[in-house]
């Protein structure tokens, strides 16, 4: 069993923003492999399912981004998942411009608070994670103000493709490992 799960904040607001690019990746896995996310525990929405023959869980953490690992690391627990060979997690990346993506299989937080939170409640740096390209806060922007403002138009497009190489980069880590996703996705597109 491989957990599966996209960051975000949980409320209305927040659907179309930087911060909650992980959970719309999730939301596109679901629509590509037709699972549901009707359960809840851990405060977290999560389903079951199958993404290229392997048995998964796609999940949102409901704890707003900041505490995510409130409901990854009991839920890792309960499904007796070790981080370091069966966590995936998606989140946003302010270093990287829209339309790009960056496969990690270990790291630091690297300033993400999200990050930070499964870090702490896991205690491992050592599972994967996509990092999906949400652009670098313009000058004199406060940052929390731009990971929770919405993309442009433009942005929209370069999104969409990062979306979808981060959801094709996601049986690559299953089948082949993540050093073969990093050779294959982590590449500039923008």
């Known amino acids: 069993m491989v957990i599966i799960a996209g960051l975000g904040n949980p409320e209305k607001k927040y659907i179309g923003t930087r911060h909650n690019v992980g959970f719309a990746t999730i939301d596109a896995l679901c629509d590509k492999y037709g699972i549901e996310l009707t359960e809840t525990k851990f405060n977290a929405a999560y389903g079951k399912g199958m993404i290229e023959g392997h048995k998964v869980i796609l999940m949102k953490p409901l704890t707003y981004m900041n505490r995510s690992g409130e409901a990854i690391g009991p839920m890792c627990h309960f499904y007796k998942v070790e981080p370091e060979n069966d966590l995936i997690v998606i989140s946003d990346d302010i270093d990287q411009n829209v339309g790009n993506i960056r496969v990690r299989p270990k790291g630091s937080a690297g300033g993400h608070n999200g990050l930070k939170s499964i870090i702490a409640h896991c205690q491992t740096d050592g599972f994967t994670r996509i990092r999906v390209g949400v652009g670098r806060k313009p000058e004199g922007m406060d940052l929390a103000d731009h990971v929770l403002s919405h993309f442009n138009s433009e942005e929209e497009v370069n999104l969409k493709n990062a979306i ?11 089948d082949e490992g993540c050093d073969i996703a990093m050779t294959r996705f982590n590449r500039k597109v923008v």
């Open 164 to 174: 979808d190489n981060a959801i094709a980069a996601i049986p690559v880590i299953l």
